[in-house]
């Protein structure tokens, strides 16, 4: 076959070739362009790949990287991201191999770094998913790959994959494509241009489709990027997953520029021939009779490439085409059989294949083996299943890869010193001709063989490596597997394999792969294979909740709770059933079972949340801490007990729904987490318990401002002897949500809130991510943040949680209160909407709900709403309502400080428009101002607030100097914090007072001044309305 091996040459492709090289420098111009996905199509054979590949000269010459990841065809439930994991394999080795002085392999860590927030739990999901990653981590000492990788030891055996637990919807909010997006966000750009190819999409797998719908969407057009793919068209149909992500990406605007590839003309396949056989082109004498051999090589083979280099070493094996002793070419045309039918080409590959299977035993194994292990494989495996000896099998592999057959990619050296090879298939259709070679009424059972042969010979850590491979080898027919023993053993395996999906976050997968497991298990399995089953179950129920599914999570875990031996056993259900609970928003409910699990664990909540009692523990907890000195407190030894270790994992699940469903119940479920670490010892979940207790302290209802500082120091030293990462979302929270809004500037508290619901989403907690996207929302109305950019910055968190499949009203609230700022609507102060309407209307039927931060939420934004657009009407409804809520249970001191101030600015406008008494007008609030101030570290978050009320209540009652000063003091303060917002209210208000007090051009000037600062805060239309006052 020598002179006519596959040829990488391009033929007749010029036209589909320019738009390529067109695509990619639009990829890679330094001026913005829409997102593109450029995607080659054509039927098997047509020169997909080889065009393809024709970028990767071009890339690396620019110092860029080309990197590919094919998809398998033969494989019933493919590995997740396995063509991405492909493709980010070379990218690295690339990197590796040419990286002469370091910096590409720096550039690559800083990515990593970036796009992980240099956080542990980061770092571990994302090398769990793409291993290569490792190489880099770990090619540098072992301080920095610790560093890098952290120390599980600490979190005191709480497993890193809990995090599961908290997902809910569909894996397009899975952390694995949120870390991998980020990853090329960082490393991708115009200077270094990175081609990802992925070859025959029509086999992409389940995860990998939803993270080319994530990596394809406009918010991720990332310049240097280039997503290009090939399809077989003719094998998709328009109601493929594939077809259904292509138009969704239409939808957004995403440009699919779709490059179709035919059979090539006859002066292609002549141009094909003429480099097949190495004859110049410059032979011109030989042109007319190269025309004739190619018309009838084009009718045989429809113009098909790869059929054209298949078919031409056939022709010449048969000597239907031969080179004579001058170096000329012949052919018989007598002897063609130019039908051109696809069938018969295709009969002639598999002829060619079964004549190399022929040539020997070892041969035809290698063949047939190699066709069931996939699109790539390795010399071990092959060694491993075919029964022919060692140095059979390396002699065929080496005529294979002459042959043109099978592409080396890689020699690994492994443990043992012995090298092993992995290879590749030149092209599927070698791949199916091979698999041919067994009947087809036999291949299911022959692949079942297969994975037998791997599940008896390979070691346990390499049968966790290939848990995927030999799992689909028997996954293509389960019903084979008769012998009970074998069926257990391969349900192990399933459950291997579905651990490894479920870490990758690729939850459909792993749903497949628990649920295959169970229908293994023999009868009364619950009896005879316990703890096989449990944990096929617990895995099932948690997989089943992470996709959304929650009819069939509860099913199986009613399943689990009848048949499991005691509560030890049932805890991983429970928790399950609670995430799924809270994360239906079925606070109530998931309290409940969590008070439920709580007594069984021996730490009962009582049924009514008495006050005073909660009080005199916290009190009692108080006093230790402050009698005990911090060095004591760290010496505290780790918890051993399963129970307790439980009850503080319980405690930090029903902590959101108890704050959202029973406030009342919150200090003491704060205290009790305390409590249990002192008494049984310290865990990784005793920072965040800590922390909440820190939080509990620092409410307005308590006031404990100094207490709760020292809370939250001992909270830190706790966590770095415990750290467990996906706990840092809670700790964020209740630290920047509570307890440095005491101590620090109001705006100091905004950013971490953003940082906080970031690794809430990449930890998976996403319950504690929408709390820091609540914070979020109001602290930029409380502190003023330009609306345009508070508004934009929403819009994307939204956008954000839009993907979570789950309503998201806390910050769809906001957005309505932005866009009511920024749009100006004149109508009324009251807000309408989709949120408003339907999810948080204030009517009698709403308050059934329970969900009181929703109501505190809405009722803040319309005060607020009211209050900038002078309705006090509306603004004394809500404030009735407001009075009814437990503002300081639920939200931290800068949500309770900004509720007093406008409550009471609601009332002086009542007021001053007659609806209230001038001496008790905003007095409530003013007294409660002050209280909150009494306890402030960093006064100035409140002073411009009271100096306004008092000012205001100087004018009601006619005290113009004392107002004036008051005036002048909310104004000073209001500029010192930054509260643009307030400093155009208090200019606003001062002018009210000149414009009373007769003094007109004291009046204008302060409403010209409160109209550009209304203008820079982004309320156009308030400062319009005052800037027509003037005129």
């Known amino acids: 076959m020598g002179s006519t091996r596959l040829t990488s040459k391009i033929c007749g492709r010029e036209l589909q070739q320019q738009q390529l090289y067109e695509a990619y420098r639009r990829r890679n111009d330094p001026m913005p362009s829409p997102q593109e996905i450029v995607l080659l199509t054509g039927p098997s054979g047509s020169g997909k790949t080889v065009l393809a590949k024709s970028l990767a000269r071009r890339t690396e010459a620019e110092r860029g990287y080309f990197c590919w990841g094919k998809c398998d065809q033969m494989q019933h439930c493919n ?103 980020n990853f090329l966000r960082e490393f991708c750009c115009i200077q270094h241009p990175v081609v990802l190819l992925l070859d025959d999409w029509q086999w992409l797998d389940q995860s990998s489709l939803e993270l080319l719908m994530v990596l394809g969407a406009p918010e991720n057009n990332l310049p240097g990027l280039m997503i290009l793919g090939t399809c077989r068209g003719n094998e998709v149909s328009p109601h493929d997953p594939l077809s259904v992500v292509l138009r969704g990406l239409e939808e957004q605007n995403v440009q699919i520029t779709n490059i179709e590839l035919q059979g090539l003309s006859v002066d292609g396949v002549q141009a094909m021939i003429s480099d097949l056989l190495h004859l110049p082109s410059s032979a011109t004498d030989k042109q007319e009779s190269f025309r004739s051999l190619a018309q009838m090589v084009h009718e045989l083979t429809g113009g098909n490439p790869f059929f054209i280099q298949q078919n031409l070493r056939v022709l010449r094996d048969r000597k239907l085409v031969y080179q004579t002793k001058d170096g000329s070419w012949l052919w018989n045309e007598e002897e063609f059989d130019a039908t051109g039918d696809e069938y018969e080409r295709t009969r002639m590959l598999d002829a060619e294949i079964r004549r190399l299977g022929d040539s020997s035993l070892a041969m035809e194994e290698t063949l047939i083996v190699a066709s069931f292990l996939g699109a790539s494989f390795c010399q071990k495996h092959l060694e491993l299943v075919a029964n022919s000896d060692r140095e059979g099998i390396r002699n065929a592999v ?31 259709k070698y791949q199916q001709a091979s698999s041919a070679l067994v009947p087809a009424e036999t291949r299911r059972e022959y692949s079942v063989n297969v994975g037998r042969k791997l599940l008896a010979k390979l070691a346990p850590n390499d049968l966790e490596e290939d848990a995927y491979l030999v799992a689909n080898m028997f996954l293509q027919d389960l019903s084979i597997l008769v012998d009970s023993r074998e069926r257990i053993q391969v349900s192990r395996l399933l459950r291997m394999a579905g651990i490894r999906a ?37 895995g099932a129920i948690e997989m089943e909740f992470c996709t959304g599914r929650f009819q069939q999570s509860d099913q199986l875990f009613e399943i689990v709770i009848q048949n499991t031996k005691g509560l030890e056993d049932q805890l991983r259900a429970y928790e399950a059933k609670i995430s799924s609970l809270s994360a239906r928003h079925l606070d109530l409910e998931a309290v409940q079972l969590g008070f439920k699990v709580l007594k069984r664990l021996g730490e009962p909540f009582p049924r009514r949340a008495i006050k005073l009692h909660t009080v005199i523990r916290i009190a009692k907890t ?121 101590h620090s500037p109001f705006r100091s508290c905004v950013e971490p809130q953003v940082t906080g619901m970031k690794a809430g989403l990449l930890s998976g907690d996403v319950e504690i991510a929408f709390c820091h996207a609540a914070f979020y ?18 819009a994307e968190q939204y956008k954000e949680f839009s993907k979570l499949k789950q309503k998201m009203p806390f910050v769809g609230l906001g957005l309505e209160l932005g866009k009511r700022l920024l749009e100006g609507n004149e109508t ?43 309705d006090y009407s509306y603004g004394l409804r809500v404030s009735r309502r407001l009075r009814h809520l437990p503002v300081g249970e639920i939200y931290g001191p800068m949500l309770v400080v900004q509720v007093q101030f406008l409550l009471g600015m609601a009332n002086v406008l009542a007021a001053h428009a007659g609806r ?63 509260f643009v917002h307030e400093m155009a209210l208090a200019h606003e208000r001062l002018a009210f007072a000149f414009s009373q007090w007769g003094l007109e051009e004291e009046a204008q000037t302060n409403r010209t001044q409160s109209a550009i600062l209304y203008q820079q805060w982004g309320f156009d239309r308030k400062g319009a309305d005052l800037t027509m006052k003037e005129k």
Not at 503 to 529: D, H
Not at 705 to 714: F, L
Not at 777 to 794: D, K
Not at 934 to 957: H, S
């Open 916 to 978: 209230k008494k001038p001496r008790s007008a905003g007095l409530r609030a003013l007294k409660k101002l002050k209280a909150l101030n009494r306890n402030m570290t960093w006064k100035e978050n409140v002073l411009n607030k009271i100096y306004l009320l008092e000012a205001e209540r100087a004018v009601l009652i006619g005290d113009r100097e004392t107002a004036s000063s008051k005036f002048d003091s909310a104004i000073q303060y209001a500029e010192e914090s930054g």
């Open 502 to 538: 479920a870490s990758s976050s690729a939850f459909e997968s792993a749903v497949s792969f628990f649920s295959q497991g169970i229908s293994l298990l023999p009868e009364k399995p619950w009896l005879n294979e316990y703890d096989l089953c449990l944990a096929l179950h617990n």
């Open 79 to 181: 590995e997740p991201f396995a063509p991405f994991n492909a493709a980010v394999t070379q990218l690295v080795e690339t990197i590796l191999r040419r990286d002469d002085t370091g910096e590409e392999t720096e550039r690559l860590e800083e990515a990593i770094e970036k796009a992980t927030k240099d956080t542990e739990l980061g770092v571990t999901l994302l090398c769990g998913i793409f291993s290569v990653f490792r190489k880099v981590l770990f090619c540098e000492s072992q301080d920095r790959s610790a560093r890098f990788l952290g120390d599980s030891s600490k979190s005191n055996g709480h497993n890193v994959q809990h995090h599961h637990n908290h997902h809910s919807g569909s894996s397009a909010e899975s952390p694995a494509i949120v870390l991998f997006c």
């Open 777 to 794: 929302c109001l602290h930029g109305f409380c502190t003023g943040i330009r609306l345009q950019e508070h508004v934009s910055a929403m």
């Open 398 to 428: 080496h005529v294979l890869v002459n042959d043109g057959v099978f592409q080396q990619q890689e020699a690994v050296l492994q443990e043992n010193e012995s090298i092993n090879c992995y290879y590749r298939w030149r092209h599927d």
């Open 622 to 742: 108080v006093l230790w801490l402050r009698r005990t000195s911090t060095e004591t407190i760290l010496k505290t030894h780790p918890m051993q007990r399963w129970d307790k270790l439980a009850a503080l994992r319980l405690l930090q699940m029903i902590g959101s729904a108890v704050i959202r469903g029973k406030p009342e119940y919150g200090a003491l479920w704060a205290i009790r987490g305390v409590e249990i670490s002192i008494k049984y010892g310290f865990s990784g979940m005793t920072p965040p318990t800590v922390f909440a207790l820190a939080m509990i302290l620092g409410t307005t209802v308590l006031g404990m401002t100094e207490d709760a500082k020292r809370v939250a120091q001992i909270a830190h030293m706790i966590d770095q002897r415990y750290h467990a990462p996906e706990y840092t979302c809670r700790m964020l929270m209740f630290e920047y949500g509570y307890v440095q809004c005491w």
């Open 828 to 870: 009324d102060s009251a807000l309408y909407g989709a949120f408003c309407d339907k999810e948080t209307d204030l009517d009698e039927a709403k308050w059934g709900r329970k969900d009181k931060s929703l109501l505190v939420l809405s009722c803040f934004c319309q005060l607020f709403l009211s209050v900038y657009t002078n």
